[in-house]
């Protein structure tokens, strides 16, 4: 049974310019349907995304935040994918001591044309929220 | 803090409004803080809006504008320019994203797709709420630039910027210039040979004044960035003095007791270790190769012009911007792939060119004189399994190009076609219906079900299930068969690592948009042309060079260039130096000095590319990207996060 009534869960995506962001806009455009809950917040690198600020996602009342990795097409360098891994790692940590569940963050490589693999995190990642958060 | 904001909510036609009440987001966001004016527009990029909204800007003392329309990659440059012309710095400009991310990802719930515009240009208000005044970056820059590669690419892109005005060095890793066109004899469509067309560029590179070409040349180091790059140049001696006489050298060349597969013949040849160049390199001279020469002295017996006191050198260049045209190789099958290496009469597309250029009257391959030739279609392109999953281009022309010339030249050849569907795109079309015409077999399988090359009773027989007449097994017994390979990125890629280029999922160097911005790299000033970015025939190399060209061209014309300046700041009160931003900076853009008595971390803006991966890393979290400050992006969630 799902713990909410909400048809769908409030998701943060970090999405970067170059890479991923150019794959969510082509799923607007291919008309490609999310919840319209899901929201983005475009930054240079994946990389670059702080775990203050996922956490204060979870604290403003965000069910779910989403990082559309630039993995191995990181315009800066082959080192991203990793590096995006341990921002995930130590965000989780983070996560586990304020008795958030690791679960609510997800983490996908998102290249510059995977309009459908985007469109398909979302829905997953949305019932999965649905269904095991209370939002 | 308390900006005065303009806002604007644009129709897109009905792109937008036919799914987001544009009137309803308008009266979400008026009221809020620092809202002077808000209002909706048919189209926002349209000319009479970009007047009003200058007069307005003006008029309204705005000091924030946002305008929520389409993908800030459309029109974010556009609004920019609209503030600067107001008076206003562009940096106070936000964009917001109601379109693709809106009205066209939401046109199933319109509501829904409402609801998020208004969060969205909450979002964008919260946003330019922090928004500074910057002004862009100033540096000098040295009219000068150096072009790795002197391929056809290379040498037009060279000529170009040297006619535009700058000092061009173009720096060849191989003792001639022509890469990989020199190889090629006849090239279609046109009737003029690979080396005609290397030698038209030669000439001009040889009588220019603003160019200086350097061969057996490669990048040792460089330093700086964009506008200042310093590069460190090594040249490979020749062993060979500057005036020599010819029949000299032919008796060296016929005492030296190496030989070595000729690279330039694709290993079909032999050459020695002291050679010339081809009919189709330049310059015209002899060179030792430096590798192979066992320094045995018989050359040096029969020939005065050799000279091993030659020693390597280094040259120091300074130059403004790179040029990148350092090209391909050409696939190399597997052993045992469709026959290569494990049957003889089954050769490369390369090897099959120099075949046809350089046999006279008949086609005889091993001794063997050949009348039916089967090509196999997409042979290390397009693979399933493999990593090229890249169409190469340019090699269904070129094989359909080179069986007409065999059939052409060499009376009684068949030509078979083993492919995948042909892709003679453009004018090159017409080679195929010529072929056609001609009589040649177009047959055709799928990827998972490729032809078969076998040896039955001593013949090599090629068989396919040909799609084309319902999957019938066809069978074809070949005295030759051509396997087509396309391009590779090249295996020796030193040079990318060294400017830390990076590569697409291809492996061939990765432009920062396929369409918006072909030429560029993330690394600024840094530009690439030809084929080391993914395969090219001759004229989308040259057409990629000219682009090129004027790109690197700009970053160097005035003399003085202007940066985003969107970088690293360090909070020098709260940072301990610990090294780790520094460690995790691809680019080498931060140091430690000395601040206040006590060592701290410091931006080298020229630099700094703005990627960020400083910020998360450093524990007293004393980095902040301009643009993207915690007080930003946390103003923004806190925003989307509400109800």
Redesign the interface.
Same mark, same amino acid.
């Given at each position: 049974m799902p713990v909410s009534n909400k048809k769908y869960a409030k998701i943060l995506v970090f999405s970067t310019e170059k890479i991923s962001d150019p794959a969510i806009d082509m799923a607007g455009l291919l008309k490609l349907h999310y919840p319209p809950t899901v929201y983005t917040i475009p930054v240079p690198c994946s990389s670059g995304i702080k775990p203050r600020w996922i956490l204060n996602a979870f604290e403003e009342g965000f069910s779910g935040v989403f990082i559309a990795a630039d993995g191995s097409d990181c315009p800066y360098g082959e080192s991203c994918t990793e590096k995006t891994g341990h921002i995930v790692a130590k965000t989780h940590e983070l996560m586990k001591e304020k008795n958030i569940e690791s679960a609510r963050l997800r983490m996908a490589a998102i290249c510059s044309v995977c309009s459908e693999s985007f469109v398909k995190q979302m829905k997953s990642f949305n019932e999965y929220l649905i269904n095991n958060v209370n939002n | 803090m308390n900006k005065k904001l303009g806002i604007y909510i644009c129709h897109c036609g009905g792109n937008i409004s036919d799914y987001v009440d544009v009137e309803k987001v308008k009266k979400a966001i008026e009221n809020e803080e620092g809202v002077a004016m808000a209002k909706t527009t048919m189209f926002a990029c349209a000319d009479s809006n970009q007047k009003e909204m200058v007069e307005d800007i003006k008029s309204n003392g705005l000091d924030g504008v946002i305008v929520a329309s389409c993908?800030p @990659?459309l029109h974010q440059i556009t609004f920019r320019a609209v503030t600067e012309r107001a008076g206003l710095n562009k940096y106070n400009y936000v964009h917001a994203?109601i #379109?693709?991310?809106?009205?066209?990802? /939401?046109?199933? *719930?319109k509501a829904?797709?409402t609801?998020?515009a208004i /969060?969205?240009v909450k979002?964008a208000i919260a946003k330019v709420r922090y928004a500074e005044s910057l002004e862009p970056i100033k540096i000098k820059s040295k009219k000068a630039v150096a072009v790795f590669g002197a391929g056809v690419a290379g040498m037009k892109a060279a000529i170009e910027l040297a006619n535009m005005g700058s000092e061009v060095f173009l720096v060849e890793r191989e003792f001639f210039v022509g890469g990989r066109t020199a190889q090629w004899d006849s090239v279609c469509t046109s009737n003029q040979s690979g080396g005609e067309i290397v030698s038209e560029l030669y000439e001009k590179i040889k009588n220019h004044k603003n160019i200086i070409l350097y061969t057996g040349a490669e990048a040792e180091s460089y330093s700086g960035s964009i506008g200042d790059f310093h590069l460190k140049i090594r040249i490979k001696p020749s062993f060979v003095k500057s005036e020599f006489k010819k029949e000299n050298i032919e008796k060296a060349i016929s005492v030296c007791p190496v030989e070595v597969d000729d690279e330039f013949e694709f290993n079909l040849k032999k050459r020695k270790a002291i050679y010339q160049n081809k009919e189709s390199e330049f310059p015209k001279r002899p060179v030792i190769d430096n590798i192979n020469c066992t320094r045995c002295g018989e050359c040096e017996k029969v020939c005065e012009n050799i000279d091993f006191s030659q020693k390597e050198e280094t040259v120091d260049l300074h130059v403004g911007s790179i040029l990148m045209a350092t090209g391909f190789d050409p696939y190399l099958p597997e052993t045992g792939e469709f026959g290569f290496n494990a049957i003889d009469n089954v050769i490369t597309l390369s090897q099959f060119q120099r075949l046809v250029s350089a046999s006279n009257k008949e086609l005889i391959y091993n001794g063997k004189k050949i009348k039916n030739i089967a090509y196999i279609y997409c042979v290390g392109s397009r693979q399933s399994e493999g990593e090229n999953k890249f169409c190469s281009r340019y090699c269904c022309t070129t094989t359909i190009h080179s069986s007409i010339e065999a059939k052409k030249k060499f009376p009684g050849i068949f030509n078979f076609h083993f492919t995948r569907g042909i892709r003679t795109y453009g004018k090159q079309e017409a080679l195929y219906h010529e072929s056609s015409k001609m009589g040649d077999i177009y047959l055709q399988s799928y990827e998972n079900d490729p032809p078969v090359v076998d040896i039955q009773n001593g013949k090599t027989i090629v068989k396919i299930n040909d799609i084309l007449t319902g999957t019938k097994e066809m069978m074809v017994e070949a005295d030759l068969v051509v396997l087509v390979t396309g391009m590779t990125p090249r295996a020796e890629n030193s040079i990318g690592s060294l400017f @830390?280029l990076?590569k697409? #999922?291809d492996k061939f160097f990765?432009e920062? /948009?396929m369409k918006l911005r072909p030429v560029e790299?993330?690394i600024d000033g840094i530009t690439i042309a030809g084929t080391c970015q993914g395969p090219k025939n001759i004229a989308e190399s040259v057409n990629s060079a000219l682009s090129a060209a004027t790109k690197s061209f700009s970053y160097v014309s005035k003399g003085e260039l202007e940066l985003e300046p969107?970088v690293a700041e360090v909070d020098k009160d709260t940072c301990t130096w610990c090294g780790i931003c520094s460690e995790?900076c691809?680019f080498d853009a931060i140091k430690k000095v000395d601040y206040n008595g006590k060592a701290v971390a410091v931006i080298n803006n020229s630099n700094c590319?703005? $990627?960020?991966? $400083?910020?998360?890393?450093c524990p007293s *979290?004393s980095i902040e990207?301009i643009a993207?400050s915690?007080k930003e992006?946390?103003s923004?969630?806190?925003l989307?996060?509400?109800?």
């Open positions: - | 993908s @990659k994203n #379109r693709e991310q809106a009205s066209w990802a /939401h046109s199933d *719930d829904g797709a609801e998020k /969060h969205i979002a @830390k990076p697409g #999922r990765n920062i /948009h790299t993330v969107i995790a691809p590319k703005g $990627c960020g991966m $400083c910020l998360p890393v *979290d990207l993207f915690n992006i946390e923004m969630i806190k989307l996060a509400k109800d």
